[in-house]
């Protein structure tokens, strides 16, 4: 979610354009970093309910083809991002639960082949 409210800090793609769903720029709460997040509460959880709202509206859609587009790309992207976080996190080999600002510029950095 940082990602797509601030890609161009997080060294995405050239060309970026920021998530505008919440405004622009993005709510402070949701750019701020939590540095103990816990279940349930702080900016990481609500980053994630975020993502939970969008896959639930666009689920019940399933006529829709931009809906259904959206859903796949946004569920396939948040499984390789939590994949590149795992990676990222036995690199760094991280004792306790760094915040995601910490974490996703390494995370950004995986390479692998899952993406053409």
């Given at each position: 979610?940082l990602a797509?409210?601030r ?29 103990n997040?816990?279940?349930g ?48 996190l ?22 692998d082949?899952?993406?053409?």
């Amino acid at each position: 979610m940082l990602a797509l409210l601030r890609p161009h800090i997080y060294g995405c793609v050239d060309g970026a354009v920021p998530c505008r769903l919440f405004g622009y720029p993005a709510p402070l709460q949701l750019l701020r970093a939590d540095p103990n997040p816990h279940s349930g509460t702080g900016p990481d959880n609500a980053r994630t309910n975020i993502l939970e709202a969008l896959t639930a509206h666009w689920n019940t859609m399933p006529e829709n083809q931009a809906a259904a587009l959206a859903l796949n790309r946004l569920q396939d992207t948040w499984r390789v991002m939590r994949l590149h976080v795992d990676m990222a996190l036995r690199e760094l080999a991280l004792g306790g639960r760094p915040n995601a600002h910490y974490i996703i510029g390494k995370a950004l950095e995986v390479q692998d082949n899952i993406i053409p």
